[in-house]
């Protein structure tokens, strides 16, 4: 690979010109516009989810169905994706 000095000058310029860029400054910036700058939505689809409820009532179907770890019927129970795809896990 061969150093090319045309490339080199035009990257150079470019840089220089990004420096020279002036951001607007805004000290009232907060985390809202923060997140909507960054693309991430006000609410998640998992937000009223608390994941210990969950597992405690899956933990509680095993029992009751007498579902043992790694069968078929187990791996439907906690893998499954009912919000995504509508399966049902039993």
Do not use: C, H, R
């Not at 997140?35 to 409820?53: E, R, T, Y």
């Not at 509680?60 to 770890?69: F, V």
């Amino acid at each position: 690979m061969t150093f090319d000095v045309w490339k080199q000058a035009k990257l150079m310029n470019g840089f220089e010109q990004l420096k020279s860029v002036s951001l607007p400054e805004s000290e009232d910036t907060e985390i809202k516009d923060l997140k909507k700058l960054a693309g991430i939505p006000n609410m998640s689809p998992l937000a009223g989810m608390n994941m210990s409820v969950t597992g405690t009532e899956k933990g509680e179907m095993m029992k009751k169905n007498n579902i043992q770890p790694g069968t078929p019927e187990w791996f439907k129970l906690w893998f499954s994706l009912p919000y995504m795809t509508g399966e049902k896990p039993l």
